[in-house]
């Protein structure tokens, strides 16, 4: 899926969804919009309750949800960098929010 649909089927503009890819800043709000796009789980951190025993498999599932898109040209190499990155951007700031209590 291009930019160009993406900011189309989420009502952005094309601007913002490659200022989301070259940065990293998204809001919330964006990502469920696209977990929603893409059709798998938003992360655990933007719902409202603690990891659940069902989390392991819900994590594997977007992996391997993502893996498919991927393979399937729904997803460039850098489309996998950039969600690396958030990831560990976001990993960060769990740890930060789990250091303050």
Same mark, same amino acid.
């Given at each position: ?27 919330? @709000?964006?990502?469920?919009? !696209?977990?929603? /796009?893409? #059709? ?10 603690? *990891? $659940? ?7 594997? @599932?977007?992996?391997?949800? !993502?893996?498919? /898109?991927? #393979? ?10 950039? *969600? $690396? ?17």
């Amino acid at each position: 899926m291009s930019q160009v649909q993406v900011a189309t089927a989420l009502g952005v503009t094309e601007s913002a969804v490659s200022k989301w890819k070259r940065t990293g800043n998204i809001t919330a @709000e964006n990502i469920v919009l !696209i977990c929603e /796009l893409f #059709e798998f789980n938003p992360p655990v951190w933007l719902r409202d309750k603690r *990891l $659940e025993d069902s989390e392991p498999q819900r994590t594997e @599932e977007t992996l391997l949800r !993502i893996q498919s /898109l991927y #393979e399937d040209g729904h997803l460039t190499l850098d489309d996998l960098l950039h *969600l $690396e990155r958030m990831a560990l951007h976001i990993a960060g700031l769990r740890q930060a929010l789990e250091k303050k209590g």
